[in-house]
């Protein structure tokens, strides 16, 4: 139910579910939702389920420990695992004959054991582009209105080196119209948007028109090639799929049969081997699951440039943002050094709740 509404009126619905009487069964993968509304947690991991009481937090603290404790199991059944080979190895054959059930308790640990390894799932690396310079983004007076109506107005910033900017706001209050402004797909009204010279930007939208539904994984990530370039290096085609995720029979599905998350990190996969030292990502969370979301934090977080982000994912925003770039929605956009906690803190002590409803939402009966 969150996907594609802005923080404002999630806010909304989660005080309007926190009244409400009877029960409510939700999927959604917005974690400070989940934290705010949920009294039961349900995960559904390879084809078994998996209750827990309590919120997102409380969820997280019991499945840190259940992977504590599977992780020494896994540790057990790898030392038995090299003991049972160097039985086999040391056996004679005359003994080997004798030993059966050793041997084949030997192969169901060595299964086991692989596909422990297998469900590691998906390991993302966004390529680096070439090293930044000083000059990122000098962002001065900026203004532009739509339909009559003011987006934003005298908006200056400089973007520093390595900085992750969290773009926020409610829908329709100009973020995706910045982002184009800064990849000249429009111009603005007044002011300007100035690159560094060094500047190599990789923009995904969010719109993941470009996407062809006849042709497979692999021939969309790759564009055909055997090879394909990442900055200064080549990578086998197929692995560089892999690393999104897609694996063996996957990367032959046609992108009509797969889901909105697959569709996600296609678009990314693609859009990312072109290379770049400054993201732009418009809601790159969107449809997909709460694992490769933290999988995509991780990588962001490893991105030695500099990244953009439009996002309503306040969990995201608060694991990755170094700086935020808030637009109101009412014309005033605002650019503040610190997370998105500390920026909502900032403005909660101006009396100013940027999650709160502002009477714009009405009851519907």
């Known amino acids: 139910p969150t996907n594609h509404l802005d923080a404002?009126?999630?806010?909304?619905?989660?005080?309007?579910l926190a009244t409400f009487p009877g029960t409510v069964v939700a999927i959604t993968h917005d974690r400070y939702f989940l934290d705010n509304v949920a009294g039961w947690m349900l995960e559904l991991d390879h084809g078994k389920a998996y209750p827990y009481e309590g919120n997102y937090s409380t969820y997280l603290e019991t499945k840190a420990k259940k992977l504590r404790d599977e992780e020494k199991q896994e540790a057990a059944k790898k030392r038995r695992l090299k003991a049972e080979l160097d039985w086999i190895r040391q056996s004679p054959k005359g003994r080997m004959a004798k030993a059966k059930a050793r041997i084949k308790d030997f192969h169901r640990l060595q299964d086991q054991v692989a596909q422990m390894s297998k469900e590691g799932g998906i390991q993302l690396q966004i390529p680096a582009g070439n090293r930044l310079g000083?000059?990122?983004l000098d962002?001065?007076?900026?203004?532009?209105?739509?339909?009559?109506?003011t987006l934003f107005k005298d908006l200056s910033f400089s973007l520093p080196p390595g900085a992750v900017v969290g773009i926020i706001g409610p829908n329709g209050a100009g973020k995706t119209t910045f982002f184009r402004i800064v990849v000249g797909q429009e111009q603005p009204d007044a002011g300007s948007a100035t690159l560094g010279k060094t500047v190599e930007i990789c923009y995904v939208d969010q719109s993941r028109q470009e996407l062809d539904d006849e042709q497979t994984v692999y021939e969309a990530i790759s564009g055909g090639d055997d090879e394909v370039i990442l900055g200064k290096r080549k990578m086998n085609a197929r692995a560089y799929v892999?690393?999104?995720g897609f694996r063996g029979g996957d990367q032959q599905k046609p992108l009509g049969n797969i889901?909105?998350?697959q569709r996600n990190r296609v678009q990314l996969a693609?859009?990312?081997?072109k290379g770049g030292n400054m993201l732009l990502l418009d809601e790159p969370t969107n449809d997909l699951d709460l694992p490769t979301v933290a999988i995509l934090e991780e990588a962001l977080?490893?991105?030695?440039?500099?990244?953009?982000?439009?996002?309503?994912?306040?969990?995201?925003?608060?694991k990755l943002a170094t700086h935020v770039l808030h637009f109101d929605?009412?014309?005033?956009?605002?650019?503040?050094?610190?997370?998105?906690?500390?920026?909502?803190?900032?403005l909660l002590s101006e009396g100013i709740d940027i999650e709160a409803t502002g009477g714009t939402h009405r009851r519907l009966n």
């Open 134 to 136: 000083q000059q990122v």
């Open 242 to 244: 892999s690393l999104f």
């Open 270 to 273: 693609k859009t990312l081997r």
């Open 301 to 318: 977080a490893q991105f030695p440039g500099c990244a953009m982000i439009i996002s309503h994912d306040r969990f995201f925003l608060d």
């Open 139 to 149: 962002v001065e007076g900026l203004t532009k209105a739509f339909g009559g109506r």
């Open 329 to 346: 929605g009412e014309g005033e956009a605002r650019f503040f050094e610190g997370g998105y906690t500390a920026y909502r803190e900032k």
């Open 259 to 261: 889901s909105g998350g």
């Open 8 to 16: 404002d009126t999630v806010h909304w619905l989660e005080r309007h």
